[in-house]
């Protein structure tokens, strides 16, 4: 789904804010049996000004009505948001927020009272709201094509009939990085965003502010860095001379300390300084300080917990996934929201996308054990290199039998090769289906090695040893494939074979040194002869329907795949391929059986 327009820089936003927090804080977040989740919550500032806030949330299930916020603070404000999602048709969300501070020790806090709408689709997203409070009327659209982001806001004031701000927006995604520019204050001031994963544990963001007016700016750059399960760092240095630094310590399952400091490096020696400490009891500590899950923490890393105390309570998988499922059946619209084929389809592609990951294990695990028996060849070849030194320094004279031709094995040859080839062209006369069928349904080119099934293909490009996400340019289109190195060699950049589905098509990077395309095929009724037209075809005729593909193929199927990956793979690089190196393992065992004969004039193919 595309973003709205207020969150096109959230993410970076998110990095710079989470977890400073300079008070003294203690939050205790519940959930009853029921679904209703409770949340006591209490800091003291630095000037010993106490808060309290206990707030709910839950789901009224007959209505679909989802209660986000119920709140009551000790400063006399009461806080309700609200949120209808798939209101008439799927994607359009109702939402509120009703905010009374009436009761409130301060005489001048206002009341908040605000109704608005969210529609949001795969290449665009629309959302408007009306504020009673303000009495303003906002709008906003954002549209998306390729890997770019484009929208615009506009408010009016019903009371005095007038435009009071409008806005826009520009913002591009990457593979690991998202950029955007946006205007403010009736285009009075820029706002720019940068948000970067260098890797799984580490991000950073940059924002930067300017009045086009006064001239004034503002620069913030922060990061976040996860050194393990248990630990996360993070710091942000601000234009103005701050400096912030936190630390967020699980000290158990449920419990999280985050300590906090904030520095003036301008005023070093003053009292500006400030410092926050934060316990956090519940489900919270897996979660940001706005109650959105860590962006910098993996799926795994975030729930294992969770969902290893329930697995251990099914005690099989079939079990856990009943209870994944009746979960989704009784708390979520997953099953009454959308058509059977597109609630069958979403489960696949999940399942098909960590079918995909499974597969970089198995991948390594064979690429090591082609890199043991390379290193166990190279040494046997330097063993017997020092031999043969050797026995020259001692001025062995060189033994006189020589290859030259032996007739007897030529015969012999000669008449089973003839029988090979009558054996062929009998099997071509009678008909192509006689002929092995294509490995994995697919087929084998000089730049990459695919497989298929009825509804998807899976193709493999070899890339340099420690190639780098950023590295890859990847564009998969309806009906059209790039697939290269930025900066560098284009593999392939084609028509397809056929139409393909794009939102369910994706890519992925294995152990730094394959790129991996699952192309999900429109026609999920027809056998691919190719990938890109023009290339190689396969017969479709001789296709096996089961097995197709390569995580499902028997044993043997699958080292054969595997087998022209890593030949491939050889041959870009310049090495001999794997028959190379079974005849070479031969020859030199027999070159070491018979010393006394002269191999240096010999010729051998």
């Not at 449920?254 to 934060?278: E, P, R, Y």
């Amino acid at each position: 789904m595309v973003a709205l327009y207020k969150d096109i820089a959230k993410t970076a936003e998110n990095v710079l804010r989470d977890d400073y927090d300079f008070s003294r804080k203690l939050k205790i977040k519940t959930k009853a049996s029921n679904g209703v989740s409770f949340t006591t919550e209490g800091d003291m500032a630095s000037n010993k000004a106490i808060l309290a806030k206990l707030s709910g949330s839950f789901t009224h299930q007959s209505s679909g009505v989802i209660f986000k916020k119920l709140q009551v603070t000790t400063h006399g404000r009461l806080v309700t948001e609200a949120e209808m999602p798939n209101v008439f048709t799927k994607g359009l969300k109702l939402t509120t927020k009703v905010e009374d501070g009436s009761l409130a020790k301060n005489a001048n806090a206002k009341r908040v009272g605000v109704f608005g709408w969210e529609y949001q689709q795969s290449n665009y997203s629309v959302n408007g709201s009306i504020d009673l409070g303000a009495s303003t009327v906002h709008k906003a659209a954002v549209y998306s094509f390729d890997n770019v982001l484009v929208g615009a806001q506009a408010a009016f004031n019903y009371n005095k009939s007038a435009v009071v701000d409008h806005n826009v927006a520009l913002s591009y995604r990457g593979n690991d990085f998202t950029a955007s520019l946006q205007t403010k204050k009736k285009f009075n001031a820029l706002s720019g965003s940068f948000h970067h994963h260098l890797s799984h544990d580490t991000v950073y963001s940059a924002l930067f502010n300017y009045d086009l007016k006064s001239g004034q700016n503002t620069l913030s750059v922060g990061g976040r860095y996860n050194a393990d399960k248990l630990t996360t760092y993070a710091g942000k240095v601000e234009s103005d001379g701050h400096v912030s630094l936190a630390l967020v310590q699980k000290i158990r399952p449920f419990l999280s300390l985050t300590t906090s400091a904030h520095v003036d490096v301008k005023n070093f020696d003053g009292d500006a300084h400030k410092f926050g400490i934060g316990l956090t009891l519940g489900r919270y500590t897996d979660q940001l300080s706005d109650g959105q899950p860590d962006p910098t923490m993996s799926e795994t890393d975030r729930y294992d917990s969770m969902l290893l105390t329930i697995a251990q309570s099914q005690r099989g998988i079939e079990p856990l996934l009943d209870t994944v499922f009746s979960f989704l059946r009784r708390k979520t619209d997953f099953f009454t929201g959308a058509e059977p084929k597109v609630i069958e389809d979403t489960i696949l592609k999940s399942v098909r996308k960590q079918s995909a990951l499974a597969e970089k294990d198995q991948f390594h695990k064979k690429q090591q054990e082609a890199e043991k028996r390379k290193k166990e060849e190279a040494r046997k070849k330097a063993e017997l290199e020092k031999k043969q030194k050797k026995e020259e320094a001692a001025n062995i004279p060189p033994p006189s039998p020589r290859f030259e031709e032996i007739t007897d094995d030529d015969d012999e040859s000669k008449p089973k090769e003839t029988a090979t080839e009558t054996v062929t062209e009998k099997a071509e006369g009678e008909g192509e289906d006689n002929g092995p069928p294509p490995v994995g349904n697919g087929g084998q080119t000089d730049k990459y090695v695919w497989t298929q099934t009825l509804q998807e293909a899976q193709v493999n490009f070899s890339v340099p040893d420690g190639t780098k996400s950023r590295q890859v340019d990847v564009d998969i289109r309806a009906g059209k494939l790039k697939v290269g190195l930025r900066g560098g060699e284009t593999f392939v950049d084609g028509p397809l074979y056929n139409k393909v589905k794009v939102d369910d098509s994706f890519w992925t990077l294995e152990d730094g040194n394959r790129v991996c395309i699952y192309l999900q095929k429109d026609n999920q009724m027809e056998w691919w002869k190719t990938i890109i037209q023009g290339d190689v075809e396969i017969d479709t005729q001789k296709v096996q329907p089961e097995n197709s593909k390569l995580d499902d193929l028997d044993r043997d199927t699958r080292q054969t795949v595997e087998k022209m990956m890593f030949d491939q793979r050889q041959k870009a690089m310049g090495l001999p391929t794997s028959d190379d190196m079974q005849k070479q393992e031969i020859m030199q065992k027999f070159m070491a059986q018979h010393p006394e004969m002269d191999f240096s004039k010999a010729k051998i193919n």
